[in-house]
């Protein structure tokens, strides 16, 4: 017989967006079950960056001196190199914020984290092993998830589904809303290397034809090799070592640990995506995160952006849903309010993309040279505040209004 439950919201994905999610509609009091459907959250590198806008976050909700408490690099100035030139992009220290640095966290380490804190509230429930099949529809509303978990097919009945489920999102097609894509130049490569003593500021690092981005995490570096749109096979097919020498070449501080790239299953592909969503919803049902609005990793704003709709969803909505069922349009409130910080971030994105990215994959002899842009803000350090502010805490930063309840 196929299991059946009921919950007031179900939220499918445990990513970013439906983990912080789920912790503020449980402390809100609301019954809350998460589906994720790996089994735990050790899974592929897939970005690690929380900005200060989500440490903000967590210190208005009294979690941050915990959280600073599991290990974590801590990055606030943004430096680019280009061809010969290095230059200073943004400085988070001028950004004024409470928090002002970069907490390089593996992405497992902050999802256990709000999972663990989020045991201390009864009514939510976090299912791993779980997958959302399906939605299930009642006269054009969408009145639960169907799912397979570790015992079998199971049906969810819920008065709100919240489709977090990223960017490869099941749940999207499902309620047919249209996808907008903007589209990116490029994708990425990204593998670690390992890490003596040296350091370098240098974050991206741009020569003719090629572009790469570094980060020290003290005992390795994490690299985003990026490579123009769809070139994966043809980098392959040139051989590890060739791919190797390009690293170096372009990074030799990677020189003493670029053999741990053996084989290209050190190397994982990210397909860099920029879509939205036209609509983020149905009645009974919303999308929010990269469910809603895929981004580039340009400014590495994705977790954040997943985390501050999670924050606006559940100030705009908590309340009201413990009052009862939500209306169409009191779920497009979130689309309202978190549309334009989406449409600035991706704008901003295609500005690189266009300006930086393109130029910098455009193979040539010349050496490069600095972008305009990068030479003013380098100039001028009043100005690396403002970019910094832009990357950090982004636009229409959210704050924590929705409700505890009193357990
Ligand atoms: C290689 C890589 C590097 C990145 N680097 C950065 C970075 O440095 N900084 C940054 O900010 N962003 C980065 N990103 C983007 C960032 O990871 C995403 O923007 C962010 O995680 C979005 O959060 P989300 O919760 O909306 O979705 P996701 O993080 O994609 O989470 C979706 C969750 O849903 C689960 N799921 C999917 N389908 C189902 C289903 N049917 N049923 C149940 N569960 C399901 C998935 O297992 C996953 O846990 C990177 C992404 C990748 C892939």
């Not at 280009?82 to 943004?90: E, H, P, Y």
């Not at 903007?182 to 350091?199: N, T, Y």
């Not at 977790?303 to 309340?319: E, G, P, R, S």
């Not at 300006?355 to 490069?368: H, Q, R, Y």
Request: aromatic letters at 6%; hydrophobic letters at 45%.
């Amino acid at each position: 017989m196929q299991a059946s439950l009921k919950t007031q919201c179900c939220i499918v994905g445990g990513g970013p967006a439906g983990m912080m999610l789920g912790y503020l509609l449980g402390r809100a009091g609301i019954e809350t079950l998460v589906l994720e459907k790996h089994a735990d959250f050790f899974r592929d590198f897939r970005g690690d960056t929380v900005h200060p806008s989500t440490l903000q976050v967590m210190d208005e909700l009294g979690l941050i001196d915990d959280f600073l408490k599991l290990p974590h690099d801590k990055l606030q100035k943004l430096d680019g190199y280009f061809g010969t030139t290095t230059l200073r992009l943004a400085d988070i220290s001028r950004t004024g914020a409470k928090h002002p640095f970069i907490a390089f966290m593996p992405q497992w380490d902050f999802l256990n984290f709000l999972r663990d804190k989020g045991q201390r509230y009864p009514k939510l429930k976090v299912m791993m092993s779980t997958e959302a099949t399906d939605l299930l529809w009642s006269d054009g509303v969408v009145t639960g998830v169907k799912a397979k978990g570790p015992e079998g097919p199971i049906e969810i009945s819920a008065d709100l589904v919240v489709a977090c489920d990223g960017r490869h999102s099941v749940v999207r097609p499902s309620a047919k809303l249209d996808v907008e894509e903007i589209g990116a130049p490029m994708d990425v490569l990204w593998f670690r290397v390992s890490k003596g003593s040296e350091s370098e500021s240098v974050l991206a690092r741009i020569e003719s034809g090629k572009m790469m981005v570094t980060l020290d995490r003290g005992t390795y570096w994490q690299c985003a090799y990026v490579i123009a749109k769809g070139q994966y096979e043809v980098v392959k097919a040139r051989g590890i070592e060739a791919f190797r020498a390009d690293v170096v070449e372009l990074a030799p501080i990677l020189k003493s640990g670029i053999a741990d790239v053996k084989s290209w299953d050190d190397v994982k592909l990210l397909t860099v995506a920029i879509n939205r969503l036209t609509r983020w919803t149905r009645p009974g049902l919303l999308c929010i995160g990269d469910a809603a609005h895929a981004m580039s990793p340009v400014g590495g704003v994705g977790i954040n952006l997943a985390v501050q709709d999670a924050v606006a969803t559940a100030n705009l909505l908590a309340a009201k849903m413990l009052k009862g069922r939500l209306s169409e349009d009191d779920l497009d409130a979130v689309r309202r309010r978190r549309e334009f910080p989406v449409r600035m971030t991706q704008a901003m994105q295609v500005i690189v993309q266009n300006n930086v990215i393109t130029l910098a994959l455009k193979p040539g002899s010349e050496p490069i040279k600095p972008p305009l842009f990068a030479r003013v803000v380098n100039a001028m350090p009043w100005l690396q505040g403002i970019t910094a502010r832009f990357i950090a805490i982004g636009v229409r930063p959210e704050h924590v209004h929705s409700p505890e309840a009193i357990s």
